[in-house]
């Protein structure tokens, strides 16, 4: 199971930091990733990370904004969110699979349920 949290309300320019924590299965076992659904569009992968962090992926919109991270100690995956914007107003959602291929082409293993984010201008 994977359960996010760390939404809110933010004026542009703002941060705040998602977390995704796990359980049931240990993190390091997966790749794991961050979609968002903004409104009226479709959903989209963000960002995404391998199973040993060696590899992070960003699409362009968020690249030098958004930072994944992952601390499988605490079995928990992060997304930094710096210098937001108004179109990154959207649901986020985290979601895992054992490899990395599968979260790219949006067919994780699992989801977590959805987080807020609203970006005022």
């Known amino acids: 199971q994977l359960q996010a949290s760390g939404g809110g309300l933010v004026q542009t320019g703002g941060s705040l930091r998602l977390s995704c924590a796990a359980s049931?299965?240990?993190?390091?076992?997966?790749?794991v990733g961050w979609f968002r659904q903004r409104p009226g569009k479709a959903r989209e992968g963000v960002s995404f990370?391998?199973?040993?962090?060696?590899?992070?992926y960003y699409i362009d919109p968020v690249k030098g904004r958004f930072d994944i991270s992952r601390d499988n100690a605490k079995n928990t995956v992060y997304l930094q969110m710096n210098s937001l914007k108004p179109e990154d107003t959207a649901v986020y959602y985290c979601?895992?699979?054992?490899?990395?291929?599968?979260?790219?082409?949006?067919?994780?293993?699992?989801w977590g349920q959805g987080t807020q984010v609203t970006v005022s201008s």
């Open positions: 990370m391998d199973r040993s962090a060696s590899s992070t």
């Open positions: 979601a895992a699979h054992p490899d990395l291929g599968a979260l790219l082409s949006d067919r994780p293993d699992y």
């Open positions: 049931g299965s240990a993190l390091d076992r997966f790749a």
